[in-house]
């Protein structure tokens, strides 16, 4: 039977509910610039900018940790998600702190102390049901996640249309916003809950070991993230906003394509996480997913890049034209970021934190130089090219690395002390 049959359907159950929120907020940031005006819409992205990268950092790889342990040991589930709550907690306490004190520093008013608050309550939030999103992945429950943000969505449609339609302060919207992510968050505990994951004991020794283990992939996803976002920080330097702009315009397309990738990757890590006991099966399945890959996506990036200079220029205009280009280049990237996500989890399900690591490392400095230099010599097409061969040049060192050493293909043990192990033997 195959085993990773349930993938396709779990995805578009993640990628449903994420796009519905992501609509929703966008929604949201239209609501805050017509009514309130780019004044008070330039505050909220740059609270919630700060706010977020905090958030990011704070989580340290938690998320996905959460996932490779749960669904590697299921049995285990209720003593690994109280560690995972415990640190979670200590991470976030430390950077909420940080982020005050800055406020501090900066000098906030008190209206604007109000709306840090509570964007920075919401940000945090968002990142705890994130962690219990995870549990239900590894737990193949991906389809609660999908009702919950639905039900997410709609509450915020309808905080907009109050808004709106009232007249009110942009301070009650984002009390709406915060009620409604601490709604999902209680849905999405309860849920766990129901699934029979619930607090139990959890030594210091169990919490350090999975911050520990989290930390690589913490890092490899920041690496990843820096990445992204580095194409747009590299040509600010190059070349002129409206220039900026019209790549923004080409470029908005792939970060879509990067958010489907990693929530891929992250339904792929939970059931690639249940075969690391087998490694023959392990490796078989993963061959049928790479082979789908390729299938599904070499197809449609083809098409992509036929028609995305049209596409541009219906969705932005004649003056975005230039635009063109450079979409196009990147549509070539599209499977070589899909393999990259499914060698990711393959990596991470293996524990092999030194191969995906220092790949990530080797690509930000790659792609940071190849941004400067492809740049500069040819402007927003070069960077299209950058971007192409860094995704390239991932796939091709996981592939270099595809046999993996003989200790990370041995099922892994969830916790490493021998005190560890003595606990779960007693659970």
């Known amino acids: 039977m195959d085993r ?5 359907r779990n995805l578009l159950h993640v990628i449903g509910g994420e ?31 700060v706010a977020t990268l905090a958030e ?15 669904s590697r040991h299921p049995a285990n589930r209720s003593r690994t998600a109280t560690a995972l709550y415990i640190n979670k907690t ?110 139990d004991a959890a030594s210091s020794q169990l919490c350090w070991n999975l911050a520990r283990r989290s930390t690589p992939i913490g890092l490899t996803y920041t690496l990843s993230t820096l990445m992204l976002r580095g194409d747009v920080l590299v040509l600010s330097l190059l070349a002129t906003v409206s220039l900026l702009g019209t790549f923004s315009a080409a470029d908005n397309g792939l970060v879509m394509v990067y958010v489907v990738a990693w929530l891929f990757s992250g339904v792929l890590l939970a059931d690639l996480g249940r075969l690391s006991s087998s490694p023959d099966e392990f490796d078989a399945e993963f061959r049928k997913c790479v082979l789908a890959i390729l299938v599904l996506c070499v197809p449609l990036a083809v098409a992509a890049m036929l028609f995305a200079s049209p596409a541009i220029r219906l969705l932005y205009g004649m003056s975005f034209a230039a635009a063109g280009l450079p979409a196009a280049i990147m549509c070539v990237a599209v499977p070589f970021i899909f393999l990259n996500a499914a060698f990711l989890s393959r990596a991470v399900a293996c524990s092999a934190a030194s191969i995906y690591l220092t790949v990530y490392v080797a690509a930000a400095a790659l792609s940071l130089a190849l941004n400067f230099l492809l740049g500069w010599r040819f402007g927003i097409a070069g ?34 002390s021998s005190s560890d192990l ?3 033997g007693n659970t």
């Open 90 to 199: 200590i991470f976030s306490l430390v950077a909420i702190s940080a982020l005050a004190a800055l406020g501090w520093a900066t000098g906030l008013s008190r209206s604007h102390w109000l709306i840090a608050s509570i964007l920075t309550l919401r940000t945090f939030l968002y990142s705890y049901c994130r962690l219990n999103n995870g549990l239900l992945k590894a737990l193949g429950r991906a389809p609660l996640i999908a009702r919950m943000q639905s039900m997410h969505c709609l509450v915020l449609c309808f905080a907009i249309g109050f808004v709106y339609l009232r007249g009110r302060s942009l301070a009650l919207l984002l009390v709406c916003l915060l009620v409604a992510q601490f709604m999902e968050f209680l849905f999405s505990l309860h849920n766990v809950r129901i699934l029979g994951v619930h607090f």
């Open 19 to 49: 796009v519905l929120l992501r609509l929703a907020n966008f929604g949201v940031a239209v609501l805050i610039a017509r009514v309130f005006g780019a004044g008070s819409l330039g505050l909220y992205a740059a609270i919630l900018a």
């Open 383 to 416: 960077i299209a090219v950058s971007i192409v061969l860094r995704e390239m040049a991932i796939t091709l060192a996981f592939v270099r690395l595809r046999t993996l050493p003989a200790k990370f293909r041995q099922p892994v043990a969830p916790f490493t």
């Open 422 to 424: 003595a606990e779960v």
């Open 56 to 70: 990011r950092l704070s989580d340290n790889g938690l998320e996905i940790a959460g996932i490779a342990e749960t």
């Open 4 to 8: 990773l049959r349930n993938t396709p």
